[in-house]
């Protein structure tokens, strides 16, 4: 959202955060799993983030924070997508 950061999600059960200027990895979040991470998206303020995996769980990160600070699990399937509302109060997954 601030052109710093780009969060990528991958079939190896991490979520990375890149700088964008150093094309660097900042940080890689470990999933709860090691299952696949199907989608990331960044709040629109641009300081939490949240992941959507095939082990059926969704969880909200920090950029300041290298683990989960919340995982949502009880998704009856795998979680392919997650979207963060216009107003960054609610996620829909």
Not at 27 to 49: E, K, M, N
Not at 62 to 77: F, I, S
Request: overall charge positive; aromatic content about 12%; proline content about 4%.
């Amino acid at each position: 959202p601030d052109n710093r950061w780009v969060v990528t999600s991958s079939e190896d059960g991490t979520a990375r955060l890149w700088g964008v200027k150093g094309r660097k990895n900042i940080v890689t979040y470990r999933g709860q799993s090691s299952y696949p991470i199907w989608d990331c998206a960044f709040a629109p303020l641009g300081h939490f983030f949240a992941t959507a995996s095939f082990d059926r769980t969704a969880a909200l990160y920090a950029t300041d924070h290298a683990y989960a600070l919340r995982v949502m699990a009880g998704h009856l399937a795998s979680v392919d997508c997650c979207a963060f509302h216009p107003g960054g109060h609610l996620l829909a997954t």
